[in-house]
């Protein structure tokens, strides 16, 4: 059973659009993780969040205590933003385990 | 300043046989945390070091282990190698809650 969940699994978007990617997760958590994963591997945190809002650049994340959910928000696409967004959760107790959801890829059309 | 660096980038190995993986951290992070990236599984959580010490692990067999230097540089050891053990395998190092991930080393299994 995956305690993380991700929509859509993929999304195509024409650039300039704004983009929403959603994440949710079954029980309490301590913190959740955007990460951007690019062609050929390499892996890039993009926020770490336990409340609130967090904003860097066109990038906006989002996280919903109460409704266990978070919203990652792009906004004015570009085709450099085409790649897999994975969420990932800690829960209480659990330093290090990550459990990860199975990714958003998101292709940007120029 | 240098990333977190994994070595060897790219890996053929014979089922039976065993394999030694390795990161370097970022200067001046003490834990260490491996991942495995199967297709089609997502990214899971594997083990976790820090200042030396293993404290925490995954729900993976005994045959994968691993060890933390006290440089902080640390070693992922697989035996025994089976087909499945085919994948990317991503070493993170992080400092407070931030986490910072290397290129990976591409294993496949023959």
């Known amino acids: 059973k995956n305690e993380v969940e991700q929509s859509p699994q993929n999304l195509t978007a024409q650039e300039g659009e704004f983009i929403t990617i959603n994440c949710s997760y079954s029980?309490?958590?301590?913190?959740l993780h955007w990460l951007q994963q690019h062609p050929g591997g390499g892996i890039v945190s993009l926020f770490m969040l336990s409340s609130g809002k967090k904003k860097h650049g066109r990038l906006i994340a989002t996280i919903n205590i109460q409704e266990k959910h978070s919203s990652l928000h792009i906004t004015a696409s570009h085709p450099r933003d085409s790649a897999v967004y994975i969420c990932a959760v800690r829960f209480p107790g659990s330093q290090g385990n990550l459990i990860f959801g199975k990714g958003t890829k998101l292709s940007v059309k120029p | 300043e240098a990333g977190v660096t994994q070595s060897p980038t790219h890996l053929i190995k014979t089922r039976g046989q065993q394999v030694t993986l390795r990161c370097s951290p970022i200067?001046?992070?003490?834990?260490v945390y491996w991942y495995q990236q199967a297709l089609g599984l997502g990214l899971q959580f594997l083990l976790w070091?820090?200042?030396?010490?293993?404290?925490n692990r995954g729900n993976f067999p005994p045959r994968f282990s691993g060890r933390q230097f006290p440089n902080y540089s640390s070693e992922l050891n697989v035996n025994a190698l089976e087909l499945e053990d085919s994948a990317l395998y991503l070493c993170?190092?992080?400092?407070?809650?931030?986490?910072?991930f290397g290129s990976g080393t591409q294993l496949s299994v023959l």
């Open positions: 200067s001046g992070h003490t834990s």
């Open positions: 029980v309490g958590i301590s913190a």
């Open positions: 993170a190092s992080s400092l407070l809650e931030s986490l910072f």
């Open positions: 070091y820090d200042e030396g010490e293993e404290r």
